[in-house]
């Protein structure tokens, strides 16, 4: 009977919990395969990264956060080449295409900021533009503590900057329990239960599709849940503290900020956050949105950071 009970408790996770809401697909749609076809690779001492490099003009980066990777901003790539920019957006090392080594502090904050200057110096690129969700705050927090002087302007999404405001949707211990949370996701089991949580939680209206959710869907299947577990364990429980990077911010910056998040949200730290950043109030914009706002207002973002990217400076 205890047999019959689990196995009809998987029988629901697997098949009654699809991560999306809408079934129609839009026309000439990206899928993960085309996306993943357009990645580079770069090794590094950890493993391989890829990335996605396109477009001639000034660099700018476009880094996700968790449990994301760049498939986050595929709306967003080719309007801004267009635009006349240079477009990196790297798979972060234990994220989406990228290897996923056994390891703990591998995927630690200073770690990441390493491989990806390591990549950017690959690249040839010694001073860009960058772009920054979630977790991939923390990333680039410490990268400016690294090199203060590698990025020109800073755009800043829904990201982690204090404490304050900062309600992850998973937070865990280290240990068993934990690891057995990174198992079922891996292996099919709570993966449509953690997706479908986060987009319900991270959209106004949850209107992925399925070709939307591959992106996601897959890299958790193919078994990378490693970093997942270094940030859910570790740093949601201990975020690093940053206040002397942002004591040394010079580099002009713009928030954009899905202003009905629940995740990451701005208004608890708002005062401070917009006082450490040294951003101007015309430089602060509030969308109509929740967490992942690539994916419902990619025009509307991508729109304001040209804007800003182009302005001049008084």
């Not at 994916?295 to 800003?308: L, N, R």
């Amino acid at each position: 009977m205890k047999n019959f009970f689990v196995l009809t408790l998987m029988g629901v996770l697997l098949f009654s919990c699809k991560p999306y809401e809408n079934t129609k697909i839009r026309k000439n749609q990206i899928t993960y395969e085309d996306f993943r076809s357009d990645q580079r690779l770069y090794p590094t001492d950890d493993g391989l990264l890829k990335y996605i490099d396109k477009g001639k003009g000034p660099a700018i980066v476009l880094l996700h956060g968790v449990p994301t990777s760049g498939w986050l901003y595929r709306k967003m790539i080719d309007p801004l080449v267009a635009n006349g920019f240079r477009v990196i957006v790297p798979d972060m090392l234990g994220y989406g295409s990228s290897d996923s080594p056994e390891g703990f502090e591998i995927y630690n904050a200073e770690n990441h900021a390493k491989r990806l200057l390591e990549l950017m110096q690959a690249l040839g690129i010694d001073t860009w533009s960058h772009v920054m969700h979630d977790a991939g705050g923390l990333w680039t927090w410490e990268l400016m503590k690294q090199a203060p002087d590698k990025i020109e302007k800073l755009i800043v999404l829904n990201t982690i900057i204090y404490d304050d405001g900062f309600y992850p949707p998973v937070r865990m211990k280290p240990g068993g329990l934990a690891k057995t949370a990174m198992w079922g996701y891996r292996n099919g089991v709570t993966t449509n239960t953690l997706l479908k949580s986060l987009f319900n939680q991270g959209l106004k209206e949850n209107v992925l599709n399925s070709l939307d959710v591959e992106g996601y869907k897959t890299p958790l299947l193919e078994g990378k849940t490693h970093a997942m577990y270094y940030f859910y364990s570790q740093t949601c429980n201990e975020l690093p503290d940053y206040s002397e990077v942002f004591e040394n911010v010079n580099m002009p910056v713009t928030v954009i900020w899905g202003i009905h998040d629940t995740m990451l949200q701005w208004p608890p730290q708002q005062v401070r956050a917009a006082n450490a950043l040294k951003v101007k109030n015309e430089d602060i914009h509030f969308i109509d949105e929740k967490h992942f706002l690539q994916e419902t207002k990619a025009k509307e973002i991508t729109y304001k950071i040209v804007e800003f990217l182009y302005k001049k400076e008084e």
